[in-house]
């Protein structure tokens, strides 16, 4: 009998800033994580993008709360071009999620210079419908004015928005 995963000796890296990680961010790492044999999820560390809400340990911290039930599944973090990271960690694949037609246009140029960077292919999983308007900047907008992400979040990661928003509000 076999573990179901399809790519059993695959090491797959599925990249993003996760600030914050949201229930879609968790849906597209359970898949990924039943069809590769080792996932790492990378958080991308960007000095050119605006400050992130979330610190990296924030972040870091969050993500392993998420997937400590997940015994194929580590918190990574990396600066610099994805294709070096992904070559440097010797993975096969990059993982992406699909929501929207708009993200396959953005995501489709990323996979193909990847592809030519680090002759590494992107796997692309579509999003279950329930979270195809999910995105960690609408999440936090909502948040911080005052609206209910309960159901958009793990609960982790609504605990330290929690923290986050008090911390804000006393300043």
């Given at each position: ?55 990296l ?34 993975a ?41 308007f ?22 982790p ?7 986050k ?7």
């Amino acid at each position: 009998m076999t573990d179901g995963k399809v790519a059993r000796g695959t090491l797959a890296v599925y990249p993003g800033s996760f600030d914050p990680p949201t229930n879609g961010h968790l849906d597209v790492i359970e898949r990924a994580a039943r069809v590769f044999g080792e996932l790492v999820v990378a958080i991308v560390v960007n000095p050119q993008k605006r400050a992130p809400m979330f610190s990296l340990d924030e972040r870091v911290t969050m993500l392993k709360r998420c997937v400590e039930r997940f015994d194929n599944v580590r918190v990574e973090h990396f600066t610099g071009l994805l294709a070096d990271y992904v070559k440097a960690a010797k993975a096969q694949v990059i993982v992406k999620g699909l929501r929207v037609v708009s993200d396959f246009e953005s995501e489709m140029s990323a996979a193909l210079m990847n592809r030519s960077l680090s002759d590494v292919d992107t796997f692309f999983l579509m999003s279950d419908q329930k979270y195809s308007f999910v995105s960690s900047s609408l999440v936090k907008e909502v948040f911080f004015l005052g609206g209910d992400v309960a159901a958009l979040v793990p609960q982790p990661v609504l605990r330290l928005m929690a923290e986050k928003r008090t911390t804000l509000q006393r300043r």
